[in-house]
């Protein structure tokens, strides 16, 4: 059967679906839960594709029912959680942010932990480039003392 607009699911039903089922209002804030730019939105609607992997994801990421997003099939809920997607989709969002938050705690912890060895890394360089520097101009100064004939007393 040759598929056309009556026999395949729509897009914009299907982000509708999607939307309302995560409990979010607005087209930014739904491409904002997807991570995609909120122009990648009006593409897929303007061309009635999508890339179902990641609404896939979504969907599984939050609880929510494939069944219900894609067919709108209400009876078939996934988990508890389906009637409270919203809830989900926060604490989704307050885990991911908690989890950037370590990673830069993390982060900078390193880059002390580093930037302290490093420091003493730079003054043991410095130190030995300052005795070598010392050493070279002793060589010099010696080099020129015999070099240099020597002034006669009187």
């Not at 508890?80 to 900078?108: G, Y």
Request: glycine content about 4%.
């Amino acid at each position: 059967m040759k598929e056309t607009k009556e026999n395949t699911q729509n897009v914009k039903i299907i982000l509708s679906r999607l939307k309302e089922a995560a409990g979010l209002t607005t087209d930014t804030s739904l491409a904002e839960a997807l991570q995609v730019a909120p122009a990648t939105l009006g593409n897929w609607k303007k061309r009635d594709t999508l890339d179902y992997p990641k609404i896939f994801t979504f969907c599984e990421s939050v609880g929510l029912s494939l069944d219900r997003v894609i067919f709108g099939n209400e009876q078939m809920e996934r988990n508890n959680f389906a009637h409270e997607p919203s809830a989900v989709f926060e604490t989704r969002n307050k885990a991911q942010n908690i989890e950037r938050l370590l990673i830069e705690l993390l982060t900078e912890k390193v880059k002390k932990s580093f930037e302290s060895e490093f420091q003493a890394m730079q003054r043991q360089i410095d130190e030995l480039s300052g005795k070598k520097i010392e050493k070279a101009i002793g060589k010099l100064d010696a080099a020129i003392d015999r070099k240099t004939p020597k002034e006669k007393k009187d």
